[in-house]
């Protein structure tokens, strides 16, 4: 059963227009090891930096949704981590299922629905560009669109979210790709949809070098 943190919020931080509905954010993420994950800003920056702008992210990821009115799951990409930043008095813990990253997003959100939950959303745990207001204007506008989707700059997206299963958008796909956007919207021409800001996640030093909280990061460069 899910643990969530409904009864400790305060009440500055919730948006109570999604407090009556089934609503479930899905969070994609990977276990922060040396060596893996970030591996273009490795490149650029070596593996302890890379690490350590992920964990920045993983925080900034657990600020923005831990206050969030919904039940929340995080899905590790190895193992799940009984503890670390991820406070299990707020989030559902689970392994990702699959062998390619469409096939793990399908099994999760095919579990939400199985469950019960009405309206799932999921996101990375590496967006900087993304806000808890974010995720809440997401729920929102599912109340009257069965599809949302948060563009991202290099032709993927940031955030998908819906009321209904659709599994045309986790099949052909080029994940990592810059065709991504273009193939998902192609599947969801003739659904009811809404399109959020188009914002930058943070794969390269590009991403990252005018953004002053990641300058502690970078003093070495």
Known sequence: ??????SEK???TIDFTL??????????????????????LAATLGDQAALDIYNFLLEHTVKITSGLY?????YYSDEVWEQDIWDNKIYGKRLQVGDHLGTRMLNAFQDGFASGYEKIVIIGSDMYDLSQENLEE???VLAQNDFVLGPAEDGGYYL???KKLKPALFIDKEWGTETVLRDTLNDLENEKKI??????????YEDIKDIPAFAPFLKNR
Do not use: H, W
């Open 160 to 162: 998908l979210g819906m």
């Open 138 to 140: 997401a729920f929102r």
């Open 70 to 74: 919904t039940d929340k799951i995080v």
């Open 19 to 40: 407090a009556n509905s089934k609503n479930l954010l899905l969070i994609f993420t990977r276990n922060p090891e040396l060596g893996k994950g970030k591996r273009r």
């Open 10 to 12: 305060n009440e500055k």
């Open 195 to 204: 399109l959020l800001k188009t914002k930058n996640d943070v794969d390269y």
């Open 1 to 6: 059963m899910l643990q969530t943190n409904k």
